[in-house]
């Protein structure tokens, strides 16, 4: 598997560019903007993601590991091919997808070249709870579950500030997979860990 590639530059048109490593040019498909960025002679490192069919292997590359890690989770959901997720990324950056899924705003992705309402509705339906991590800060607040809501009522009866108990759930849903589907008491003990024992007990004494 090819996960990254750097070398230089031979060429960069449209959204296809070839880097050359080690006298041998490999060809990426990025986003027109991406290779609009990059300059023939010059050194270049992406991120790449390697897809191999019956009848092609591709390269498929990235400026960094968040678009690359959307992008594979684009190309999971049911209808959306390689090419498709990347028309989606050329489109919308992965703080925008993942604000949209939130949100559940598919029309933000039927703006999209290719990409239909079936699929954007799909889109929106497959991903969600997976992007949290990417999703811009009032986003990530908006995708707080329930449980998640009960928690932060949890963690202030415990005697922490209703901020700094929002900001631990919101913590734990950003940073851990699947979080949002936790039970609350599992949501509890990763809070509680993400606080620690010196903010419990200085959370103690204010109480006190």
Known sequence: MISSVRGTVLSAVGGNVIIEVGGIGYAVQVTPEH???LRVGDQAFVHTSFIVREDS?????FETREQLAVFDLLTGVTG?????????LSVLGPGQIATAVAAEDDAAFRKVSGIGPKTAK??????????IAHAEPAARAA??????DQVVVALVGLGWSEKIAADAVDSVLSSTPDAAAFPVQTLLRLALAQLGPAQHSSAST???
């Open 206 to 208: 204010a109480r006190a």
């Open 57 to 61: 292997m591709s390269l498929f590359g």
């Open 143 to 148: 995708a707080v579950t329930p449980a998640g």
């Open 122 to 131: 799909l889109i929106v339906v497959s991903l969600a709870g997976k992007l």
């Open 35 to 37: 290779a609009l960025a």
């Open 80 to 88: 959306v091919g390689p090419k498709s997720a990347l028309g989606v």
